[in-house]
Nanobody, 115 residues
């Protein structure tokens, strides 16, 4: 059974930083391209970032490029999202996902950016 468990969300002031983690199990994590997606209040799922199976290639949506960094530790079956210079518009529930549409995702972790 595929399990994806996100953690690390919270309340942070604009300009602050957070690091999200996603513990994966139930599949061969090191063989899979992984993604982060998010859902802002009242909106649909938006793709945020993706990383190749061995971590050598990363891609980002334009609104987070230069501020967010996706990484992975295949020995620990864990995906990360380092978020810097956070803005109020980054407020959302963040999910790690096996696909860029977020169809196979965890339960999510709330990130709130507010002063």
């Amino acid at each position: 059974e595929v399990q994806l468990v996100e953690s690390g969300g919270g309340l942070v002031q604009p300009g602050g930083s957070l690091t999200l983690s996603c513990a994966a199990s139930g599949f061969h994590f090191s063989d899979v391209v992984m993604h982060w997606v998010r859902q802002a209040p009242g909106k649909g799922l938006d793709w945020v970032a993706g990383i190749s199976s061995l971590g050598g290639t990363t891609t980002y949506t334009s609104s987070v490029k230069g501020r967010f960094t996706v990484s992975r530790d295949n020995a620990k079956n864990t995906l990360y999202l380092q978020m810097n210079s956070l803005k109020p518009e980054d407020t959302a529930v963040y999910y790690c996902a096996k696909d860029f549409q977020g169809a196979i995702r965890g339960q999510g972790t709330q990130v709130t950016v507010s002063s």
